[in-house]
T-cell receptor, first 115, second 114 residues
Framework: AQKITQTQPGMFVQEKEAVTLDCTYDTSDPSYGLFWYKQPSSGEMIFLIY??????QNATEGRYSLNFQKARKSANLVISASQLGDSAMYFC????????????FGTGTSLTVIP | DVKVTQSSRYLVKRTGEKVFLECVQD?????MFWYRQDPGLGLRLIYF???????EKGDIPEGYSVSREKKERFSLILESASTNQTSMYLC?????????????FGPGTRLLVL
């Protein structure tokens, strides 16, 4: 079974609108971390936001927020007020404690912001 | 700022050659990782290391080996390169747990095996 599932290969959003990128995960580990990364066309992976499995509140970092629904095993990324520079690939990832803090990545969502 | 560097941005090798990809991090992180990234497949873990001289296989270790002789350096070795190892290779190191936790990635190495 896939550990991380991103069902949206590509998304379009109008500039200044909000967009939600979907991510579901699968783990039996009670302690885990959830991450979102952005990868522009230049190739570098940029960390955006982190949510711990025991965190009660949804994580926020500027225009990024993580909509964490633990019972549904869902960790969607919400980008508010999209900008042209947000056009990139976005990867959802999960870190399990056992064994050795291994990370699992989804297949990514390509976001295009339209002026 | 954490810095993760990789020895080459682009590399062209021939089938059967031994290939070394070097990764260095400057933040004294214990955990380091090697991934390969292919279109439509996301990032797949090849090997990771949680301490010097310690290594664990990831999801796709076949055809690869690693070396971690010093804490800051994690090397990926392709013993005999094959065309199906043409890919983007990303190295990462992991910061300690808590709200500062993340992986920091190097710029990647695009490897072409002819």
């Amino acid at each position: 079974a896939q550990k991380i599932t991103q069902t949206q290969p590509g998304m379009f959003v109008q500039e200044k609108e909000a967009v939600t990128l979907d991510c579901t995960y699968d783990t039996s580990d009670p302690s885990y971390g959830l991450f979102w990364y952005k990868q522009p066309s230049s190739g570098e992976m940029i960390f955006l936001i982190y949510q711990g499995s025991y965190d009660q509140q949804n994580a926020t970092e500027g225009r990024y927020s993580l909509n964490f629904q633990k019972a549904r095993k869902s960790a969607n990324l919400v980008i508010s007020a999209s900008q042209l520079g947000d056009s990139a690939m976005y990867f959802c990832a999960m870190r399990e404690v056992f064994p050795g803090n291994q990370f699992y990545f989804g297949t990514g969502t390509s976001l295009t912001v339209i002026p | 700022d954490v810095k993760v560097t990789q020895s080459s941005r682009y590399l062209v090798k021939r089938t059967g050659e031994k290939v070394f990809l070097e990764c260095v991090q400057d933040m004294d992180h214990e955990n380091m990782f090697w991934y390969r990234q292919d279109p439509g497949l996301g990032l797949r873990l090849i090997y990771f290391s949680y301490d010097v001289k310690m290594k664990e296989k990831g999801d796709i270790p076949e055809g690869y080996s690693v070396s971690r002789e010093k804490k800051e350096r994690f090397s990926l070795i392709l013993e005999s390169a094959s065309t199906n190892q043409t890919s983007m290779y990303l190295c990462a190191s992991r910061s300690p747990g808590g709200h500062l936790e993340t992986q920091y990635f190097g710029p990647g190495t695009r490897l072409l095996v002819l």
